[in-house]
């Protein structure tokens, strides 16, 4: 099953909704999927949690255009702006929401259903483009097949297999119809190297050194993060 981050459901929804090419409470559907109703506590000027609807136009009164995904992990905390005690709560947490334009405000997801606001340093509004994007996945992943079938590791089980054929049973969900093609096509082709990785990850495939099995670790790594990039760049780039 080919899923995507909380985060990535607000930034995508959430824009659309920002954007007027829907309405919140089909915004605020799609984000919570099957999940409780979702809460976003800590929002500047509310004393208590408030539903996603409400979110996101108390987001737009304070002059939030847009949302950017972030999904950092240890190591690699970039598109976060700071500070330091936030970007902390956003790597554990492995993803979060940065507003564009307005109050710079980070929403991370907690409990299931359960988000906290936090004020954080403004970032850039800059993410790369969906076209600058495709061009590094195509090259990352051209680059990370040959290293591993120099290794002799790029034997995937029929699951892994499957995903990297495009035939897994379950398709990546859609991006709101208001987002180009592309940007539908990359966020399936990056969740499904995301998916493939993760799967490589449980096995030593035929690395039989320790030298081996460290560059196939690395080459995974790069493989991972041109994924998560990818789905950054898909969901973040919202038409205008």
Known sequence: MLELPRSARLVAWGNAALSGATSLDEATDRITADDPAHRVSGLPGETSPVGISLALGRLRGHGAVALRLVLPVPGDPTGLPGPPAVNAIAVEAAEAAITVGGRSLALVPGGRGTWQAYDVA?????????????????????ECAEELARL????????AASLLAGRARSSAPALPQSYPPRAHALLTQALR?????????????AAVSASEMGQRSVVLDRLATASRRAVEAACSNAPV
């Open 193 to 205: 190297i995301g998916a493939v990785a993760a799967l490589a990850r449980r096995s030593e495939g």
């Open 152 to 159: 002799d590791v790029a034997k995937w089980g029929p699951e």
């Open 122 to 142: 403004p970032a850039s509004s800059s993410v790369p483009t969906v076209a600058e994007v495709e061009r590094m996945l195509a090259e990352e992943l051209r």
